[in-house]
């Protein structure tokens, strides 16, 4: 069974563009759930989506959007990007919401901004 | 707000057993989840307490005691390969994913 896979792994953009990014679940997993990873902060949670629904958000600005596919294929996309947006950008996907359920992460996408 | 904590760092010696503390203050808690990153790669998937106890696998074990809203991960007979970063996260909403994170533990294991 392959894996979560993000795309593209790296990218390199510059302030006030806008940048959108691709994570394909694992097959027959419904959950995909995003998240921030950066050295000061950490992971942070960024939204998650269900049945092509957005079924919980943390605490980012309206900058960070998200959807889903029926396919349960998941972009996410960030506008008016600032220097403090270069991160590691992770996808996580899960067969439901179960709690018990582990979280299966991609190789993740590495955004530079200049 | 939520928050966990953990050692920063953490060095042992191959062969050894350590353990990892997460403390954590979330507004719900529905489960303590373990997971490891290497450099470069992506976190994996560890274990997972929803009540108190002891789980094991294998050569790691996780710990919880929701009255003392603390847990702790134990990696036995260390490898070099134990040598990541580990996370102990909490899911604080029931039929949710967004797992809250703490900092992450580095642990060094040394010959």
């Known amino acids: 069974k392959a894996g979560v896979t993000q795309t593209p792994r790296y990218l390199i953009k510059t302030r006030g563009q806008q940048v959108t990014l691709s994570c394909s679940p694992i097959?027959?997993?419904?959950?995909v759930s995003w998240y921030q990873q950066t050295p000061g902060q950490g992971l942070q949670f960024l939204f998650e989506?269900?049945?092509?629904?957005?079924?919980n958000k943390g605490n980012f600005p309206g900058r960070f959007s998200g959807r889903q596919f029926s396919n349960s294929r998941s972009e996410m996309n960030v506008s008016t990007l600032e220097l403090g947006d270069s991160a590691l950008y992770l996808c996580?996907?899960?067969?439901?919401?179960?709690?018990?359920?582990?979280?299966?992460f991609g190789d993740g996408t590495r955004l530079s901004i200049l | 707000g939520q928050s966990l904590e953990q050692p920063s760092e953490v060095t042992a010696v191959e062969g050894a057993i350590v353990q990892i503390n997460c403390t954590y203050q979330?507004?719900?808690?529905?489960?303590l989840s373990w997971y490891q990153q290497h450099d470069g790669g992506a976190p994996t998937f560890l274990s997972y307490?929803?009540?108190?106890g002891l789980e094991e696998t294998g050569r790691f074990s996780s710990f919880l005691s929701r009255s003392d809203s603390y847990g702790y991960l134990l990696l036995q007979e260390l490898q070099m390969k134990d040598s990541a970063s580990y996370f102990c996260?909490?899911?604080?909403?029931?039929?949710?994913?967004?797992?809250?994170f703490g900092t992450g533990t580095r642990l060094t294991v040394i010959p």
């Open positions: 996580a996907s899960s067969h439901s919401g179960r709690s018990n359920q582990p979280q299966h």
């Open positions: 097959s027959g997993h419904r959950s």
């Open positions: 989506y269900f049945s092509e629904t957005q079924r």
């Open positions: 979330t507004s719900g808690f529905y489960g």
């Open positions: 307490n929803a009540l108190d």
């Open positions: 996260a909490v899911r604080a909403e029931t039929g949710a994913n967004n797992l809250f």
